[in-house]
């Protein structure tokens, strides 16, 4: 577990990060804008890839044809546009969360569930927030700790000067509380030990790993590579599990929401288990499908080995 940033390395001002540092200063800038003025932005940017193309906006078709087959075909290409206009939100909406602490977003906010998290806190276990990938996900890690510490599971950047812009940006400054700890998804132990001392732990098992430690779920009735992380957690630690969404509602406003507890979790079915949580995340993501992260390869492994993704040849 490490709550350390790269701030510290003098490596970082080499020359071959002085690119990501004008990276970074743009990044800045462009926050300083006003919020709702910061989304209009984004949501042109959102407009501009949408007529570009690309690969990213293929995967959200993709995603949308597959989990919504009910639509026609004009309904779904609406809602893969709609996907990536309030992706172009998020892009903007990251450089104002990481970097202008002068806009004050908890009055923005609302916070429902939060009795449910506080209770089992007071019973002294361990907390698994099951958080999922709404593309809002920056305002919700600047916003949440405020409101309780905890322990973030993610993947690190690879470029550690955007490592450290990540670090700091969702953790938080000034008003806003730090996050306790920052734990590589891949350091189960950390995890494990964080749990087993009581701590909250947020962490989120909707992408596609790959095949090692996961099973086939449903996921808006398609089959997905799923990691049983969830329930090997739960009953190595006796955490309690609570799913967490967070939401942009209209005119720049949020929304974070905590669930009840899961009551008889884990059930000993790995299988039954990991399809319960897909089916949470599910219910909330339909909340507003297009703030979910469609632009990932969700279904890239399936059991017959087919990959969705993958253009057919003439």
């Known amino acids: 577990m490490n709550k350390k940033t790269p701030s510290s390395n003098a490596s970082l001002a080499h020359p071959r990060y002085w690119g990501s540092w004008l990276l970074v200063a743009l990044i800045w800038l462009v926050g300083q804008l006003p919020w709702n003025m910061l989304l209009a932005l984004g949501r042109g940017v959102g407009a501009l890839v949408w007529r570009v193309g690309g690969t990213r906006r293929d995967i959200a ?6 989990c919504f087959p009910s639509l026609t075909e004009a309904e779904q290409l609406a809602l893969a ?7 172009g939100e998020a892009m903007l909406e990251i450089a104002g969360a990481y970097a202008n602490r002068r806009v004050d977003l908890h009055a923005r906010l609302e916070f429902e569930g939060l009795e449910h998290l506080r209770a089992v806190q007071q019973e002294g276990k361990g907390v698994l927030l099951v958080g999922m990938h709404l593309n809002s996900i920056d305002v919700g890690s600047r916003l949440i700790p405020a409101y309780t510490e905890f322990c973030s599971v993610y993947r690190p950047n690879n470029n550690p000067v955007l490592e450290y812009m990540i670090s700091r940006g969702r953790g938080g400054q000034g008003a806003d509380a730090t996050v306790k700890a920052y734990i590589d998804r891949k350091d189960v132990r950390s995890m494990i030990r964080a749990l087993k001392r009581g701590d909250t732990v947020w962490y989120a098992p909707d992408q596609d790993y790959g095949l090692r430690n996961a099973v086939f779920a449903p996921f808006f009735g398609v089959p997905a590579a799923t990691i049983t992380a969830t329930s090997r957690l739960a009953k190595m630690t006796g955490a309690r599990v609570l799913t967490i969404s967070h939401f942009r509602l ?31 995340i599910e219910a909330e ?9 469609w632009v990932h390869r969700r279904f890239k492994h399936q059991p017959d080995g087919s990959n969705p993704y993958k253009k057919k040849a003439d």
């Open 81 to 87: 546009r709609q996907t990536i206009i309030s992706t």
């Open 250 to 280: 209209p005119g720049g406003r949020y929304r974070i929401t905590v669930g009840e507890p899961l009551t008889d979790f884990p059930s000993g079915d790995e299988v039954a288990d990991t399809a319960r949580i897909n089916a949470l």
């Open 61 to 66: 078709v993709t995603n949308i044809r597959l």
């Open 285 to 293: 993501v339909r909340k507003a499908p297009e703030q979910y992260l």
